[in-house]
T-cell receptor, first 116, second 115 residues
Framework: AQTVTQSQPEMSVQEAETVTLSCTYD???????LFWYKQPPSRQMILVIR??????QNATENRFSVNFQKAAKSFSLKISDSQLGDAAMYFC?????????????FGKGTKLTVNP | GAVVSQHPSRVICKSGTSVKIECRSL??????MFWYRQFPKQSLMLMAT?????????EQGVEKDKFLINHASLTLSTLTVTSAHPEDSSFYIC???????????FGSGTQLSVL
């Protein structure tokens, strides 16, 4: 079974600084999808960024970027120029190949605190 | 605005009663919806996959008679917690996949408290 591991239960960063959240996963598939979701205190799940495994280029969305290392099965999230609104729980998630199960497997999450 | 509506956002009920939670896709058809459960300060755990027009697929350890799922239309899935007990108190979240947009959207969640 696929598993997703987030080894950092909590992280903190100073406003305007950069922080990296770690995620590793385990799968025997060669084609799959990886995601980072943000869950603020409202508890609404918000998609931050997604990465298709077949793409070698790391995904980027404004201040958010990933470091996808397929061989190492690592998928870290870098938040640049951190803002107070970035404070939230961040979940790394895995989805199998297209045409297979559509369900997401989530890591346990990392609580990010942004200090002013 | 929200593309997946989940209702109610919060419900308090007495032990032994049943509670129904609705998950509705607002501007797309969702043949598949997912129901997750989240305990405080924990991750989302998939409970079941709801398939329009057929039986739901439950994850291991989830009681299908306890958590009834109905997906009678392409825009609505319901989760009914039957004979609720305090240990069923949790945050329940649904998600729905828009296949045309190739995106997954989450509802805003339902906090269930069983007294």
């Amino acid at each position: 079974a696929q598993t997703v591991t987030q080894s950092q239960p909590e992280m903190s960063v100073q406003e305007a600084e950069t922080v990296t959240l770690s995620c590793t996963y385990d799968t025997s598939e060669s084609d799959y999808y990886l995601f980072w979701y943000k869950q603020p205190p409202s508890r609404q799940m918000i998609l931050v960024i997604r990465q298709e495994a077949y793409k070698q280029q790391n995904a980027t969305e404004n201040r958010f970027s990933v470091n996808f290392q397929k061989a190492a099965k690592s998928f870290s999230l870098k938040i640049s120029d951190s803002q107070l609104g970035d404070a939230a729980m961040y979940f790394c998630a895995y989805k199998g190949p297209q045409g297979g199960s559509e369900k997401l497997v989530f890591g346990k999450g990392t609580k990010l605190t942004v200090n002013p | 605005g929200a593309v997946v509506s989940q209702h109610p956002s919060r419900v308090i009920c007495k032990s032994g009663t049943s509670v129904k939670i609705e998950c509705r896709s607002l501007d797309f058809q969702a043949t598949t919806m997912f129901w997750y459960r989240q305990f405080p300060k924990q991750s989302l755990m998939l409970m079941a996959t709801s398939n329009e027009g057929s039986k739901a697929t439950y994850e291991q350890g989830v009681e299908k008679d306890k958590f009834l799922i109905n997906h009678a239309s392409l825009t609505l899935s319901t989760l009914t917690v039957t004979s609720a007990h305090p240990e069923d108190s949790s945050f329940y979240i649904c998600s729905a996949r828009d296949y045309l947009a190739e995106k997954l959207f989450f509802g805003s969640g339902t906090q269930l408290s069983v007294l």
